[in-house]
């Protein structure tokens, strides 16, 4: 089956600084790759998703890019904020389940200090 | 706006006990999961469902057992509560893509 595997398990960085979080996996047919953010006492909650025919993906001060060959997919958040301070994981399927069932990274908890 | 709603926020029970915990969801949603969410562990799958009264297990089902009578509702059991199952406890759904979950429940057996 599926395994995940993300680090650093913490980070902490100064406002206004960038942030990258990286994530493994073993299954080489998985096809859809969604990252969550998880505020202290919410939801985990989707902040942005990549298929395996794209290599990058963007959505204002967060990206997601993947590297199919490395099986590796990084969270990048440029400008970062105090609002940014979550915990944030990481996902992917397995190829016999499609889309439906996710293995989860174990999170980071990533602080933005002002 | 997909709404999965979990019917406890907080819970505590007695160890021995048999516990329920119930989600449901708005969206006409066919999957429907069950996770366990410890410290440093992530979310790990309990249980999904894919219809129906069909089921699941998935990496962690010892303890538990679930229920999926109709399409919107989907229940997770713990048949005799024990100290170790203390935890969070969330519910998802999706169609096809992005998990949509609920606000979980924080279980603590004492």
């Known amino acids: 089956g599926e395994n995940v595997e993300q680090h650093p398990s913490t980070l902490s960085v100064q406002e206004g600084d960038s942030a990258v979080i990286k994530c493994t996996y073993s299954d080489s047919a998985s096809n859809y790759f969604p990252w969550y953010k998880q505020e202290l006492g919410k939801r985990p909650q989707l902040i942005i998703d990549i298929r395996s025919n794209v290599g990058e993906k963007k959505d204002q001060r967060i990206a997601v890019t993947l590297n199919k060959t490395a099986k590796h997919f990084s969270l990048h958040i440029t400008e970062t904020q105090p609002e940014d301070s979550a915990v944030y994981f990481c996902?992917?399927?397995?190829?016999?389940?499609?889309?439906?069932?996710?293995?989860f990274g174990t999170g980071t908890r990533l602080l933005v200090s002002p | 706006d997909v709404k999965v709603t979990q019917s406890s926020r907080y819970l505590v029970k007695r160890t021995g006990e048999k516990v329920f915990l119930e989600c449901v969801q708005d969206?006409?949603?066919?999957?429907m999961f069950w996770y366990r969410q410890d410290p440093g562990l992530g979310l790990r799958l309990i249980y999904f469902s894919y219809d129906v009264k069909m089921k699941e297990k998935g990496d962690i089902p010892e303890g538990y057992s679930v229920s999926r009578e109709k399409k919107e509702r989907f229940s997770l059991i713990l048949e005799s509560a024990s100290t170790n199952q203390t935890s969070m406890y969330l519910c998802a759904s999706t169609s096809f893509g992005p998990q949509h979950f609920g606000d979980g429940t924080r279980l603590s057996i004492l």
């Open positions: 969206m006409d949603h066919e999957n």
């Open positions: 996902a992917a399927p397995g190829a016999d389940t499609g889309f439906q069932k996710l293995v």
